[in-house]
């Protein structure tokens, strides 16, 4: 099973909106409405920032959105801020053979 | 609140076996509708699924290390076990537990150790 594809890095200045991109097949993100994103700083654990596509965890600002179209994902920050500077993941089902894949990450600079 | 901690040793011989538990408090693994996963990243790499597991008797294991891997759940220490055998460097990484949703559909994972660093090396 291969990883779902992102975007090396993406950038944006503070206030900024920046959309990171997540591609797989109809084996995954295109068969089940179940992305997840998660957010990870250097030395720190993964942090669920978007479930069932786009829902946020309590705590979870409503910068960071999520949506779906066909086999593709995209999480989108709003009005970029610092702290947003981050690795960000995506994840999905992918059946019952190769059950979860993880997208490959995404490096989010804030200029 | 749900903790997990990872633990384990840190250096392992390559062609060894790697053992690592996972220990959880405010939930039960064998008995919670949830599932429970382990997950791990090479250094400077991205995330990559290992294994999951659900209610002690279903275990889902990534195909390419099905042959190396055992997944399972001592439920009188309520920890999470990892045991994977005959370890290259390509193995060295850090090992995550999380819990993920109790959807088999769901892939999200809400709760996450801090992670331990396994190095594999002579």
């Known amino acids: 099973q291969s990883a779902l594809t992102q975007p090396r890095s993406v950038s944006g200045s503070p206030g900024q909106s920046v959309t990171i991109s997540c591609t797989g097949t109809?084996?995954?993100?295109?068969?089940?409405?179940?992305v997840s994103w998660y957010q990870q700083h250097p030395g720190k654990a993964p942090k669920l920032i978007i479930y069932?596509?786009?829902k946020r965890p309590s705590g979870v600002p409503n910068r960071f959105s999520g949506s779906e179209s066909g086999n593709t994902a995209s999480l989108t920050i709003s009005a970029l801020q610092a702290e947003d500077e981050a690795d960000y993941y995506c994840c999905s089902y992918a059946g019952d053979v190769n059950f979860d894949v993880f997208g490959t990450g995404t490096k989010v600079t804030v200029l | 609140q749900v903790l997990l901690q990872e633990s384990g040793p840190g250096l392992v011989k390559p062609s060894e076996t790697l053992s690592l538990t996972c220990a959880v408090s405010?939930?039960?693994?064998?008995?919670?509708?949830?599932?429970w996963a382990w997950i791990r990243q090479s250094p400077g790499k991205g995330l990559e699924w290992i294994g999951t597991l659900y209610y002690s008797a279903t275990i889902y294991y990534s195909p390419s290390l099905k042959s190396r891997l055992i997944i399972s759940v001592d439920m009188s220490t309520n920890e999470l076990s990892l045991r994977l055998s005959s370890v290259t460097a390509t193995d060295s990484a850090i090992y995550y537990c999380?819990?993920?949703?109790?959807?088999?559909?769901?892939?999200?994972?809400?709760?996450w150790g801090r992670g331990v660093l396994v190095t594999v090396s002579s």
């Open positions: 405010g939930d039960s693994v064998g008995s919670s509708p949830y599932y």
């Open positions: 999380a819990r993920r949703a109790s959807r088999l559909r769901e892939a999200s994972f809400d709760y």
């Open positions: 069932d596509v786009d």
């Open positions: 109809s084996s995954d993100v295109g068969a089940y409405n179940y």
